[in-house]
């Protein structure tokens, strides 16, 4: 099984509402990634889980708050969101040892009004 | 100076062509190459990595390195309209995938 999954695969929410992103993999690997992707540009790397602890946080607001319950679930927590945060949010997961090869889900195309 | 540089396009080509894409980096010391194909609203898709200077050959696919001139390209050959999606070098750099900007690439029926 090389799939990545991610759930929903849309999303609205207001600026007051609290969400979550979610993600899954069962390819065994124990690294995994948040990444936000805006309109014809390259995604941009947010935080970076391995063997479930936070190993990289790029900076982001604490408006959006991951965890990693286990060494298959991703989530991400949406809260206190702006429109500008609008955007793809793509999950990745790839070996610890072989992070230069991350395998992507579809995202979850996430609106914020 | 970005660390990579690629054509954003959009690259136009009739079916059946000869496709080249290519991207330049600034960091001597990147070692691995990666080429992924992203669809309309989907997410990236792991195409071909390649840790070294040469080329590497997949199908219809050769991803090449010259690490001397620090410079990647993507050759697609016999180019199919199921080949229309943006290619995106990665390459990996400061614990992360570096990405370049993407080449929107349209193969014409």
Redesign the interface.
Same mark, same amino acid.
């Given at each position: 099984d090389t799939e990545v999954t991610q759930t929903p695969k849309h999303l609205v929410m207001g600026m007051t509402n609290k969400k979550s992103l979610k993600c899954e993999q069962h390819m065994g690997h124990r690294a995994m990634y948040w990444y936000k992707q805006k309109a014809k540009k390259p995604p941009e790397l947010m935080f970076v889980y391995s063997y479930e602890k936070l190993s990289i946080n790029e900076s982001v607001p604490s408006r959006f708050s991951p965890e990693c319950p286990n060494s298959s679930l991703l989530n991400l927590h949406l809260h206190a969101l702006q429109p500008e945060d609008s955007a793809l949010y793509l999950c990745a997961s790839s070996q610890v040892a072989r992070k230069e090869t991350q395998y992507f889900g579809p995202g979850t195309r996430l609106l914020v009004l | 100076q970005k660390e990579v540089e690629q054509d954003?396009g959009p690259l136009s080509v009739p079916e059946g062509a000869i496709v080249s894409l290519n991207c330049t980096y600034s960091n001597s010391a990147f070692q @691995?190459f990666?080429w @992924?194909r992203q669809y309309s609203? =989907? #997410?990236?898709? +792991?195409l071909m @990595?390649t840790y070294s200077s040469g080329n590497k050959e997949d199908g219809r696919f050769t991803a090449q390195v010259d690490k001397s001139s620090k410079y990647i390209s993507l050759f697609i050959r016999d180019s199919q309209p199921s080949d229309s999606a943006t290619y +995106?070098c990665a390459i990996?750099g400061a614990? =992360? +995938?570096v990405? #370049?900007?993407?080449t929107r690439l349209t193969i014409n029926p």
């Open positions: - | 954003p @691995y990666m @992924y609203r =989907k #997410g990236p898709e +792991l @990595y +995106l990996w614990q =992360k +995938l990405f #370049g900007q993407g």
